[in-house]
């Protein structure tokens, strides 16, 4: 790391317990409010908190929002997200469960965590757990099982690894963890992609020739984004 990046992070580490009490604050003051589905998705694409406590999500507003809508007309209990990223969808997820949140990446919430711990609004029962691994391996699929002891999700948000194989393996290997009548969602279904790495669309291709699925796409000729959704049977 250069100097001028370390001393960066250093400055941004120093601020944590001032970004930390800022994004608490503002947290109190979105659940004092009655929840509305618009805040809830401006907030989860920009929360208001910064350096190390930012928590962000790249999406296009309609199809977050129409996702959202969909998720929420399930009245979910149990929600698996394969992705936290910066805890943009996170949040959505954690206000809209009624139980448990499951959220995994291959990188460590840090000091975050107890920021995503404190999403669901306070007279919820909603639990939210961050599992750090390999969505691929099989130990982190067992440690996913071992939390939901039996249990199904709702609704199973696959946005972790977006290669073809690694999308493909996603859906393999959680899709028997959502209930029947259940969500499964996967983001950046559109064909056309900035980058060769971002395959999720040929994907998307095959399985919806044989399952029952829907697409929230704000515009037929974008580049990026773009969420399709499975109905499980
Ligand atoms: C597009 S971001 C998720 C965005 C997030 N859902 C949101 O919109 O707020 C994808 C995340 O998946 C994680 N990821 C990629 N491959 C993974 C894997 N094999 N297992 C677990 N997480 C993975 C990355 O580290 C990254 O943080």
């Not at 943009?88 to 965590?113: H, M, R, Y």
Request: charged share 25%; glycine share 6%.
């Amino acid at each position: 790391m250069s100097i001028g990046k370390t001393l960066k992070y250093l400055n941004r580490s120093l601020r944590v317990p001032f970004n930390r009490k800022s994004a608490f604050k503002k947290l109190a003051e979105f659940h004092s409010n009655p929840l509305s589905m618009d805040k809830l998705v401006d907030w989860a694409m920009k929360f208001p908190a910064s350096g190390h406590l930012k928590v962000r999500s790249s999406q296009v507003r309609f199809e977050i929002m129409s996702l959202a809508k969909a998720v929420a007309d399930l009245k979910p209990e149990r929600i698996l997200e394969i992705g936290t990223a910066e805890g943009g969808t996170l949040f959505i997820w954690a206000n809209l469960a009624s139980k448990k949140v499951i959220s995994c990446d291959i990188l460590e919430p840090g000091v975050k965590q107890s920021l995503y711990e404190a999403f669901p609004p306070p007279h919820s029962q909603c639990k939210v757990k961050n599992l750090t691994g390999d969505s691929h391996t099989k130990p982190f699929l067992e440690r996913v099982e071992a939390e939901l002891a039996g249990e199904k999700v709702d609704f199973l948000f696959i946005d972790g690894d977006h290669t073809e194989v690694g999308v493909e393996a996603d859906y393999n290997e959680y899709h028997h963890l959502v209930r029947s009548g259940g969500i499964i969602a996967f983001h950046d279904i559109v064909e056309k992609q900035a980058i060769p790495e971002n395959q999720v669309h040929h994907f998307w291709k095959r399985l919806k020739e044989n399952t029952n699925t829907e697409e929230f796409v704000n515009n037929a000729n974008q580049t990026g984004y773009g969420i399709g959704i499975v109905r499980v049977p």
